[in-house]
């Protein structure tokens, strides 16, 4: 099984909202990314965990704030976004250590208005 | 910076011919390379990769070639499908990053 899995597929806030992302995987993977993916474009990778440790931030601003609650769960923290924030943001997981495939949950569409 | 081009960005093939898609590299140190296929409103699904012990892998009607001395890689669909339509990306990576760098995307239309 290769799945991971996003909540909400969709989301629409205001740029005063409080919001958060969910990705989830059961297959014992230690690395897990968030990226953003904007129309037409290859995703951009924003964080990295790798043993429940941030590893990588790629000079993300600070209204997104990532959390990996334990192995298996990471969630992506919103507030106070701006309209060019909107994009699909895409979970990904693989093995522990760098050099490994990185398998890709469905994404969370959001539109920030 | 390292970066990975990424040719044509649009192929149309008709129904059942043979579809490439090219990749060229920078990092002579890269030594992973995946290929990605999404689809419309979905994430992007691994298909294939390769690693640089090895010049060329098959999957069924997939396969991805390596060519470390040019620093290229290709996919190539064969007997192509209507499901195969897609944007398909190619990515390199050395096996110490976690990061990909990733190529800009080719949209892949079959035509009926």
């Known amino acids: 099984d290769t799945e991971v899995t996003q909540t909400p597929k969709h989301l629409v806030m205001g740029m005063t909202n409080k919001k958060s992302l969910k990705c989830e995987q059961h297959?014992?993977?230690?690395?897990m990314y968030w990226y953003k993916q904007k129309a037409k474009k290859p995703p951009e990778l924003m964080f990295v965990?790798?043993?429940?440790?941030?590893?990588i931030n790629e000079s993300v601003p600070s209204r997104f704030s990532p959390e990996c609650p334990n192995s298996s769960l990471l969630n992506l923290h919103l507030h106070a976004l701006q309209p060019e924030d909107s994009a699909l943001y895409l979970c990904?997981?693989?093995?522990?250590?760098?050099?490994?495939?990185?398998?890709f949950g469905p994404g969370t569409r959001l539109t920030v208005t | 910076g390292e970066n990975v081009e990424q040719h044509p960005s649009t192929l149309s093939v008709q129904e059942g011919d043979s579809a490439v898609i090219k990749c060229t590299y920078s990092d002579s140190a890269s030594n992973y390379f995946p290929w990605y296929k999404q689809e419309l409103g979905k994430g992007p699904q691994l298909i294939i990769d390769i690693r640089s012990n090895v010049g060329e892998k098959k999957d069924q009607r997939i396969a991805v070639t390596l060519n470390k001395t040019a620093k290229h890689f290709s996919l190539h669909i064969t007997e192509t499908q209507p499901e195969d339509s897609a944007v398909y990306f190619c990515a390199a990576s050395r096996d110490s990053n976690y990061q990909l760098i990733w190529g800009a995307g080719t949209k892949l239309i079959i035509k009926p």
């Open positions: 990904a997981s693989s093995q522990g250590e760098p050099g490994y495939e990185q398998y």
């Open positions: 297959m014992g993977h230690r690395a």
């Open positions: 965990y790798s043993y429940e440790k941030l590893s």
